[in-house]
C-alpha cells in the first residue's frame, strides 16, 4: 500500500465535508497543525494536494511547506545537538520564505482561510531564523502557533 492510499485509509472514516463544504483532509490538517502533529499534517494535506491543479494546488503546496516548516523546528527543539536535527533550521527559514512566495498571488482570503496571516506568519518564522544567525530555534510546544480553522 502506497503512501496516498495509506493516507487515504487513515481519513475515510471523516465526514465527507464540514459545514463550509471544505474537504475532510482539508480540516484535518488544521487539527493535525493545531496539535503540532506536523507531519501528520503535511501528509493528509499531500492527498488533496497530489489531486488538485492550478491555483488551489499552489495554496494546498504552500500550506505543506508551512507544516514541512514546522516538522523542522520541531525536530531541533527535541534534539539540538543532534548531526542532522540540529541544522534544520536553515531548511525551516526556506520551506517558511516559499509558503510566503508560494501564497503571494492569492487573495487575502481563500478556501475560508486568512491568507494574509498565513503569510505574515512564514514571513515572521524565517525572519526571526535569519535574526538568530540561524542558531535560535523560534519554535516551542508553548509557543507553537495555532491556524484559524477555515469559515
Known amino acids: 500500500m502506497g ?11 471523516l465526514i465527507a ?3 463550509g463544504g471544505h474537504h475532510p483532509c482539508y480540516t484535518e ?5 493545531n496539535e503540532r502533529e506536523y507531519y501528520a499534517a ?10 488538485s491543479e492550478g491555483e488551489q494546488h499552489t495554496f494546498y503546496k504552500a500550506l505543506i511547506q508551512l507544516a514541512g516548516g514546522y516538522v523542522h523546528l520541531q525536530h531541533q527543539h527535541r534534539e539540538p545537538d543532534h548531526r542532522i536535527h540540529g541544522r534544520r533550521l536553515r531548511p525551516a527559514a526556506r520551506l517558511f520564505k516559499r509558503c510566503a512566495e508560494l ?3 492569492l487573495p487575502d482570503s481563500y ?3 486568512d491568507v494574509a496571516a498565513i503569510r505574515a506568519l512564514a514571513l515572521g518564522q524565517a525572519d526571526e531564523l535569519a535574526r538568530s544567525g540561524f542558531t535560535g530555534n523560534v519554535w516551542t510546544p508553548a509557543t507553537a502557533p495555532r491556524l484559524d480553522p477555515p469559515d
Do not use: C, M, Q, S
Not at 503512501?3 to 472514516?13: L, S, T, W
Not at 503535511?42 to 489531486?51: A, R, S, T
Open 103 to 105: 501564497l503571494e498571488p
Open 17 to 19: 465535508a464540514d459545514a
Open 3 to 13: 503512501k496516498h492510499d495509506k493516507i487515504a485509509a487513515r481519513f475515510a472514516g
Open 29 to 33: 490538517y488544521f487539527r493535525l497543525f
Open 42 to 51: 503535511h501528509d493528509v494535506l499531500e492527498h488533496l494536494w497530489l489531486g
Open 111 to 113: 478556501e475560508g482561510l
